[in-house]
């Protein structure tokens, strides 16, 4: 199955093709029009390639990227740019704050899911990722598992943040 999705900015199109047992292959066409394609390995580790004509298993320029180098690549093209953006959201929209919260090995929702925790019923805040260790989840689903050590990036009010802060810790 291939998703094709064109973000509102007028930015390429990205298609989304599963690589069953591999990852997920992402690819657009650039401004000066070679096809350029990303694909994420489940095991971290990312390759940048650039297509020869319209077959996506003919490339050319192949790099291998570790998860610490694809970090180190996206800080060079702009992801810093996305958390500026976020915190000038959370200062221009009254009421709405942006905050980490740990979870503990101990708390009652380690080895739980997202849904488990009732947040965005119980306090009307959402869950946006989760960090564990050098890894980004985004936009996670109810059946995301969570572990202790994770840390949930959350949006809401600061008060419903307090409060799911609290539950996180005592159920």
Not at 20 to 25: A, V
Not at 71 to 83: K, P
């Amino acid at each position: 199955m291939t998703a094709t999705r064109q973000r509102g900015d007028g930015a390429a199109v990205v298609t989304e093709t599963p690589l069953p047992g591999i990852g997920i292959r992402y690819e657009f066409v650039a401004q000066d029009g070679r096809r350029v394609g990303v694909i994420h390995h489940r095991s971290g580790v990312r390759e940048l390639v650039r297509y020869e004509g319209e077959d996506p298993d003919t490339s050319r320029d192949l790099l291998r990227l570790g998860p610490e180098d694809s970090r180190t690549l996206a800080e060079l093209l702009g992801a810093s740019q996305v958390a500026r953006e976020l915190a000038e959201l959370e200062q221009g929209v009254e009421g709405l704050a942006v905050d980490r919260l740990p979870l503990s090995p101990d708390g009652p929702f380690h080895q739980r899911t997202i849904g488990d925790t009732g947040a965005r019923t119980r306090t009307g805040v959402s869950i946006v990722a989760v960090l564990r260790e050098s890894t980004a989840h985004p936009a996670p689903g109810p059946g995301f598992g969570l572990l202790g050590g994770d840390t949930l990036v959350v949006v809401g009010t600061p008060r419903g943040i307090e409060e799911l802060a609290i539950l996180l810790r005592s159920g």
